[in-house]
T-cell receptor, first 116, second 114 residues
Framework: DQQVKQNSPSLSVQEGRISILNCDYTNSMFDYFLWYKKYPAEGPTFLISISSIKDKNEDGRFTVFLNKSAKHLSLHIVPSQPGDSAVYFCAANSPYSGGSNYKLTFGKGTLLTVNP | NAGVMQNPRHLVRRRGQEARLRCSPMKGHSHVYWYRQLPEEGLKFMVYLQKENIIDESGMPKERFSAEFPKEGPSILRIQQVVRGDSAAYFC????????????FGQGTRLTVV
């Protein structure tokens, strides 16, 4: 069963515009959410995270929003740059990992292409 | 994240053979995590190890799969008697203690079972 869903396999935006990547989850027990970025032939790289006690976290051009009632989170990139072109994975942490965020469940990823 | 080294990058095995995947963590990292990405799916947690100790193997299949992280040398993920369904990308990540969410991932090993 896919507990973390990224329903858009790909997204294309113009340089300078906003990129919005979406993620839905089904397990209401998830308490910590993360976004990773992955370039071809590389492993995922941690980007930004958010705890379930917050609804927004911002880091430079990246902002993650969490809507717990809708079990939905999104990653906003403003302004988008060509170097942001990559696959973005949403991940959620199981609450059964003793507070250590390693037992992650990932979505399938969304390929973001930022056109110059 | 180039500091986490996985080898081989690609591994082809015939059904019934053994696959051994290696992961050398970043310098100073004592915690290792293995994830598997099946085709058309996201990464899924398999096992969490510290040196000479398995902390959590709840994501490991019950049979044929084992993992170790010896005092010296890389962490090894071992798959015995591989089947076609084991074909996947296997990622290793490492971190210092209590910083699992910021773990650095390796480039992965793509296992193909023919």
């Amino acid at each position: 069963d896919q507990q973390v869903k990224q329903n858009s396999p790909s997204l294309s935006v113009q340089e300078g515009r906003i990129s919005i990547l979406n993620c839905d989850y089904t397990n209401s027990m998830f308490d910590y959410f993360l976004w990773y970025k992955k370039y071809p032939a590389e492993g995922p790289t941690f980007l930004i995270s958010i705890s379930s006690i917050k609804d927004k976290n911002e880091d430079g051009r990246f902002t993650v929003f969490l809507n717990k009632s809708a079990k939905h989170l999104s990653l906003h990139i403003v302004p988008s740059q060509p170097g942001d072109s990559a696959v973005y994975f949403c991940a959620a942490n199981s609450p059964y990992s003793g507070g250590s965020n390693y037992k992650l469940t990932f979505g399938k990823g969304t390929l973001l292409t930022v056109n110059p | 994240n180039a500091g986490v080294m996985q080898n081989p990058r690609h591994l082809v095995r015939r059904r019934g053979q053994e696959a051994r995947l290696r992961c050398s963590p970043m310098k100073g990292h004592s915690h290792v995590y293995w994830y598997r990405q099946l085709p058309e799916e996201g990464l899924k947690f398999m096992v969490y190890l510290q040196k000479e100790n398995i902390i959590d193997e709840s994501g490991m299949p019950k049979e044929r799969f084992s993992a170790e992280f010896p005092k010296e040398g890389p962490s090894i993920l071992r798959i015995q008697q591989v089947v076609r369904g084991d074909s996947a990308a296997y990622f290793c990540a490492s971190s210092p203690p209590r910083e699992a969410e910021k773990a650095f991932f390796g480039q992965g090993t793509r296992l193909t079972v023919v």
